[in-house]
Each structure stands twice: as C-alpha cells, then as structure tokens.
C-alpha cells in the first residue's frame, strides 16, 4: 500500500517562494505526481518525477529523493493566484491507480 | 482539443436513490479512473478501466460500480445513495496502462445525497 503525508495549510507573502513538502511510504514506486486544485474545481497537473533530482517549469519546481520517501514542490514568485490546494500523489508500479495526500491549502497574502 | 468532460454537473439525490455519472475521456486516451473527493480531502480512487476491461478498484462498497464503452467514455453508479456518498466525483483520463501516465481530470460532478 501507500501513504502521503503533507501539510495540511501553510501561509505565504506574495512575491516570496513557499516549499511544499510531501513524504511517502510505498511498497513500490513509478512515480510522484504534483496537482494544483482551486476550490470547486477539478485538479490540474503540475508536475511528475520519476527520477531522483529536480525537474523545474517555470515559477514552479518539484524534487525527489527516493531514498529518502520525500518530495517537496517549490513556487517562486507567489502570486494570489496561486492560492489553491496542492495535491501530492504518488504511483506505485506500472499504471496504477493514483494515491493522493489530503492536499496542502496554501493561501497567498499581500 | 476538448479535456475530460463529466456530466452532470451538478445533483442531488435522495437517500436510497441510485445514480448514473458519465465521463468522455481526451479523444486517444483508452484509460479512465474514477475519484470520489470528499471535501477537504484528496481524490480517493474508486475504478480503473482500460480497453473496457476492470484495472483496479478501491476500497468501496459493491454499491460502487462502473463500466467503459467501446468509444472508451464510461459511467459510474452508485445503488442505495447514503449520505456519505456526497462528494465530487472526479474522471481522470490517460493515454495508456502499464507505464506512468499523467492523469487528466475532468471538471467532476457533484453530487449532494440528502
């Protein structure tokens, strides 16, 4: 089976860079997937690692450390626009399903 | 290109009742899965499909169940609606199984059981 912890709210000033951290326990492993959510709406997909390092797309970031069962998505330039929830997801082996982390709500402010 | 489209949008129900939510997926893309999203929790797995066939399935009750057509677009009911079964109710779509796809969501469907 699997588990994904993360935060469940966290506060950032508009402009600034917020670190979102994600750990997981797996009996496998294919993959660590990173989702924005805004409220009433339907995920997006924001990003995925595979492999251990850091896979940057634009004001956004995300990184992997197998090893260590971690991961965190890092947002840089914050804008209030990006106040969402964050969804960290993680794949054990081949295509199967999805195991989501209750989200992170994270709320820009001025 | 049209992204994963739900129907309905929206309903309410009563207890009891039995409901039907429909998903088509990105034109290509032959895997479909199915989310229940609590408020203010992460998307929880229900079924997987692939070419029609049954890939997975979670830990819901046999009130849950699904199929996928051969135009790969697919349904999912749900018998004897309790209240906890209120939820948005998500269809993701990928290209294909057996190697890490990205999911795509589509809008969900909320679904209210009073």
């Known amino acids: 089976g699997q588990n994904i912890d993360q935060p469940t709210e966290m506060t950032a000033t508009e402009g600034a860079i917020v670190q979102i951290n994600c750990t997981y326990q797996?009996?496998?492993?294919?993959?660590l997937f990173w989702y924005q959510q805004h409220a009433g709406e339907a995920p997006t997909f924001l990003s995925y690692?595979?492999?251990?390092g850091l896979e940057e797309k634009g004001r956004f970031s995300s990184f992997l450390s197998r090893s260590k069962g971690y991961s965190y998505l890092l947002l840089k330039e914050l804008q209030m626009k990006d106040s969402a929830s964050y969804l960290c997801?993680?794949?054990?082996?081949?295509?199967?399903?999805?195991?989501f982390g209750k989200g992170t709500r994270l709320s820009v402010i001025a | 290109d049209a992204g994963v489209t739900q129907s309905p949008t929206h309903l309410i129900k009563t207890r009891g009742q039995q409901v039907t939510l429909r998903c088509s997926p990105i034109s290509g893309h032959k895997s479909v899965s199915w989310y229940q999203q609590v408020l203010g929790q992460g998307p929880q797995f229900i079924f997987q499909y692939y070419e029609k066939e049954e890939r997975g399935r979670g830990n819901f009750p046999d009130r849950f169940s699904a199929r996928q057509f051969p135009n790969y677009s697919s349904e999912l009911n749900v018998n004897a609606l309790l209240l906890g079964d209120s939820a948005l109710y998500l269809c993701?779509?990928?290209?294909?199984?057996?190697?890490?796809?990205?999911?795509?969501f589509g809008p969900g469907t909320r679904l209210t059981v009073t």
């Open positions: 997801a993680g794949r054990s082996e081949g295509n199967t399903p999805l195991v």
């Open positions: 797996t009996s496998g492993f294919n993959g």
């Open positions: 690692n595979v492999l251990d």
């Open positions: 993701a779509s990928s290209l294909d199984s057996g190697v890490a796809y990205e999911q795509y």
